[in-house]
């Protein structure tokens, strides 16, 4: 199953993977039917979760009813139990979320149901998205939105302190979002070559074809640098070892910004 999803994953392009996926990933699910794992974005349980990855593929790691990955678990019960939206706002915020990952996308379009124009998608590409542009420009005017999510598109862009400045300049003051990228810790500062054009030899030393760099502990410095506030929060730490089994979640941390 590891070599299969892999293969599917380097073969076809996102936007075709995200228009079968829905389908396609539940009935893989079928092969792992049991109890073990359960995943509380949409609470699906199984023997186990699907593996995914581009290079090397996790295990535990795809939910196969909503898609959720480790880090979306992990972020959501963030959400629900920290977050304003989880602990009851008096009214739901004005939210981007940029790239939406289909599992949080669903939560969250329940969640607006009765106030669906304060929940906005976006992604240069998309088909699930409601506006199409690049996070380095983004036609929103500013300090219009009270929430932003951003997970994983930092490391794709060309000029990510300019998209980082966006997503600042869109927040309100008071406003906060959660803006994720994958993250070696061991790695003080982050790794761009832009010289490597070799779609094979960028898989390679980046993780997957299409990353421009390699963000180590300096990333939340780049988020500072854009004017948010940071928290990085190792928010696995606060979980039990038997939530963090069952739910099968990474140790990655989250980065939690504010504009003051």
Not at 130 to 140: G, N, S
Not at 165 to 180: A, P
Not at 193 to 217: M, N
Request: proline share 6%; hydrophobic share 40%; glycine share 6%.
């Amino acid at each position: 199953m590891k070599h299969l999803i892999k293969l599917i994953l380097n073969l076809f392009p996102r936007p075709m993977l995200q228009r079968v996926a829905e389908w396609a990933v539940p009935v893989l699910g079928l092969f792992y039917l049991g109890e073990g794992k359960e995943c509380p974005v949409c609470g699906c349980k199984r023997r186990k979760f699907l593996p995914y990855g581009y290079v090397t593929p996790r295990e535990n790691a795809l939910c196969p009813k909503c898609l959720s990955l480790e880090r979306h678990r992990l972020l959501w019960l963030w959400l629900l139990r920290e977050s304003d939206l989880g602990r009851g706002a008096m009214a739901l915020p004005r939210m981007l979320h940029i790239a939406p990952e289909v599992a949080l996308m669903r939560r969250f379009r329940k969640m607006y149901n009765a106030t669906p124009e304060r929940y906005i998608t976006a992604d240069l590409e998309s088909p699930l998205a409601d506006m199409h542009f690049d996070v380095q420009q983004i036609p929103l005017k500013d300090g219009e939105m009270d929430v932003v999510i951003c997970n994983h598109i930092m490391e794709h862009v060309e000029d990510d302190r300019r998209a980082m400045r966006e997503l600042h300049r869109i927040l309100r003051h008071g406003g906060w979002g959660v803006v994720l990228s994958p993250v070696e810790r061991e790695r003080e500062h982050t790794f761009e070559d832009d010289t490597i054009t070799d779609k094979d030899e960028r898989t390679r030393i980046f993780g997957q074809y299409d990353h421009r760099r390699i963000y180590g502990r300096d990333y939340a410095d780049r988020l500072r640098e854009a004017g948010f506030e940071v928290m990085v929060l190792p928010y696995m730490q606060h979980l039990t070892s038997a939530e963090q089994q069952l739910y099968a979640l990474t140790d990655e941390d989250l980065y939690i910004v504010y504009k003051p």
